[in-house]
């Protein structure tokens, strides 16, 4: 019964999380600058609630994909973090981040941030375990469900690609410079749930992948 319930399919919309917080001194370097690793704080932390809100348990962050600064955060700017659930696999669930800063007061606001997030849900024994299935309602977030199958798609060949070049097989290197299918960038991505998974999530991930 408690397998059945965890599985029935929800809407990206329920797990949509928005994180409000002002950037202070502490958040900063010497010339006022928000530090990036600060901003990618909040995307994760963000990221992690939709992941928790949809897997309905804990997740973890596997990996995360291009995460473009398209403007400085300074001290005193109000930084918004919007996530969605973008596309899920078997046991994975890729989050989609949209980070926007406001000028407290000029009220200016500005897209500063994007990036995409792999998470796996894990059950009370630390291994993978299932998700439920995604509902993309809209055209909006069955753009997005598309887009995300591509970004996994592109991260397995990467993966392969550079597997094969490393273990010498032939067609590693052609493979390599070839490079993976386009995926769409990250800063013409709104906020961001696939048939697959976007990595390996049956307990064979490498150690540093794992929790």
């Known amino acids: 019964m408690v397998v059945s319930r965890r599985l029935t ?3 990206g919309a329920d797990s949509q999380t928005v994180l409000v917080q002002l950037m202070e001194i502490t958040h900063a370097n010497v010339a006022g600058i928000v530090h990036g690793g600060e901003v990618m704080k909040l995307v994760d ?3 992690g609630i939709a992941a928790i809100k949809h897997a309905g348990g804990m997740c973890v962050t596997v990996s995360m994909d291009e995460m473009s600064f398209l403007h400085p955060v300074h001290v005193g700017d109000l930084v918004t973090v919007k996530a969605c659930v973008n596309d899920v696999g078997t046991t994975s669930l890729e989050i989609g981040v949209r ?8 009220r200016e606001q500005k897209h500063t941030s994007s990036a995409y997030l792999v998470f796996v849900a894990l059950d009370a024994l630390g291994k993978p375990r299932p998700v439920p299935p995604l509902i993309a309602d809209g055209p909006e977030e069955r753009r997005r469900q598309r887009e995300a199958k591509m970004r996994r798609q592109a991260r397995l060949s990467h993966r392969e ?3 094969r070049q490393r273990l010498g097989v032939p067609g590693g290197a052609d493979a390599t410079s070839q490079g993976p ?3 769409a960038p990250a800063q013409r991505e709104g906020v961001a749930g696939g048939d697959e998974d976007p990595e390996p999530d049956d307990g064979t991930q490498r150690p540093h992948l794992r929790m």
């Open 161 to 163: 690609a550079i597997e």
């Open 99 to 106: 980070v926007e800063v406001e000028e407290v007061i000029s």
């Open 9 to 11: 399919p929800k809407r």
């Open 181 to 183: 299918p386009t995926a």
């Open 45 to 47: 932390t963000a990221a």
